[in-house]
């Protein structure tokens, strides 16, 4: 199993990115894949998942209404488009999946990293 994420940067208040993780050695058609940020000094925080059991999606109440999570099946990969970006939202963003088809509060796998600055 292997999660690789790219996409973070630079960006000023107000601005948008959008984060893509490509997944190998399992299927995201058959596994939940979820996004988590770490700032610094503080503790990482779930931000999104996506279920692969009917594709429901959940979001951080910190985010809802300017980031959006989703998935491409052909290509295994995973995104999160993030508008309206604010200082507060700058973080290493991690990709992960718990190997089962909900989204879960245990993860088993995660990528490198990512990291998103937001700043005028």
């Known amino acids: 199993v292997q999660l690789v994420e790219s996409g973070g940067g630079l960006v000023q208040p107000g601005g948008s990115l959008r984060l893509s993780c490509a997944a190998s050695?399992?299927?995201?058609?058959?596994?939940?894949i979820g996004w988590f940020r770490q700032a610094p000094g503080k503790e990482r925080e779930g931000v999104s998942c996506?279920?692969?059991?009917?594709?429901?999606?959940y979001y951080a109440d910190s985010v809802k209404g300017r980031f959006t999570i989703s998935r491409d099946i052909h290509k295994n990969t995973m995104y999160l488009q993030m508008n309206s970006l604010k200082p507060e939202d700058t973080a290493v963003y991690f990709c992960?999946?718990?190997?089962?088809?909900?989204?879960?509060?245990?993860?088993?796998?995660w990528g490198q990293g990512t990291q998103v600055t937001v700043s005028s």
């Open positions: 996506i279920s692969a059991s009917d594709g429901s999606t």
């Open positions: 992960a999946t718990p190997l089962v088809r909900g989204c879960s509060s245990e993860y088993d796998y």
């Open positions: 050695g399992f299927s995201l058609d058959y596994y939940a």
